[in-house]
């Protein structure tokens, strides 16, 4: 038995587990429908009908990036010195975003990706292009990463090929995994075990967890690109392994939940939102 209820504040702790996250992919529960409700009150009503209006989308997007703390002024010159969008806009939608818990970014990000999809190519390519000189201003997180991916599908045709073998994409499957395992609440210790559980299942036990102090959207994009290329089979088991990674101990933090969300949309492979098991 699940609970939904109105989506958790950051921090907040879901109590749940690999199988039942699994269960979840392409059948969602009732609980599922009861948390998108809650959602849907949750999030203000001017930000869902600027995720749906295609000229809000621009600001909208920037708004969700913006940050809050000292680089706030320099990031907002970036996005508006090179671009036709309104500052005062963004700042608005800023203010409401404040009263919407972090959660709710996906979602709402969801809402605003079928309208900039059908926005001209060329306006895409210059938001998007922007968004890659910005992101490395900001204490970037897997988000905002994952966030780029899924704006770079919507702009640019990429070929796709299929590795058939886990191999082939090693480093980039310890590249992804070690940034969902270092998102976690675990100790280093529980990270190390963690880590090398999970290669083991993957039938790669002989890889060592080795912390990223830091990395680039490139690195980032280029991993998640070839882990998207994986044939069906085997990416499944990269979408059990990162499951099996979040809920590792039983427990996810919301951040953590939305980090492993982000990643698998951006693989293709969206699920539902976690939720926590009653007691």
């Not at 990000?109 to 490395?136: G, W």
């Not at 280093?188 to 002989?206: G, N, P, R, W, Y």
């Not at 690195?219 to 998207?228: F, G, T, V």
Request: hydrophobic share 45%.
């Amino acid at each position: 038995v699940f609970k939904a209820m109105v989506p958790a504040t950051m921090g907040a702790v879901i109590l749940t587990t690999a199988n039942a996250v699994k269960a979840s992919i392409g059948t969602p529960l009732d609980a599922h429908v009861d948390y998108a409700q809650a959602l849907a009150m949750t999030i203000p009503d001017m930000l869902r009908q600027a995720a749906r209006d295609p000229k809000l989308v621009q600001p909208l997007l920037f708004a969700l990036i913006l940050p809050e703390d000292s680089t706030h002024d320099s990031v907002l010159k970036k996005i508006t010195i090179n671009h036709v969008v309104d500052e005062q806009k963004i700042l608005s939608i800023k203010e409401l975003l404040k009263d919407m818990p972090r959660a709710c970014d996906l979602p709402l990000l969801d809402l605003t990706l079928p309208v900039f999809a059908e926005l001209p190519k060329e306006r895409k390519r210059a938001i998007y292009d922007n968004f890659v000189q910005i992101v490395p201003l900001l204490k970037s997180t897997p988000f905002h990463f994952a966030m780029l991916i899924l704006l770079k599908k919507r702009v640019e045709q990429v070929a796709v090929k299929q590795f058939r073998d886990l191999k082939d994409i090693l480093p980039e499957l310890n590249f992804i995994l070690t940034i969902l395992i270092q998102s976690s609440h675990q100790s280093m210790e529980e990270q190390k075990v963690c880590f090398q559980t999970i290669m083991s299942d993957l039938k790669q036990a002989k890889k060592v967890f080795e912390p990223l102090n830091k990395y680039t959207f490139d690195q980032y994009a280029k991993a998640l690109q070839k882990l998207d290329e994986l044939a069906p089979i085997e990416k499944e088991k990269v979408v059990n392994a990162f499951i099996e990674c979040v809920t590792y101990d039983g427990q996810v933090l919301v951040e953590e939940a939305e980090v492993l969300r982000a990643i698998l949309e951006a693989m293709g492979c969206p699920i539902p939102p976690l939720l926590s098991r009653e007691s």
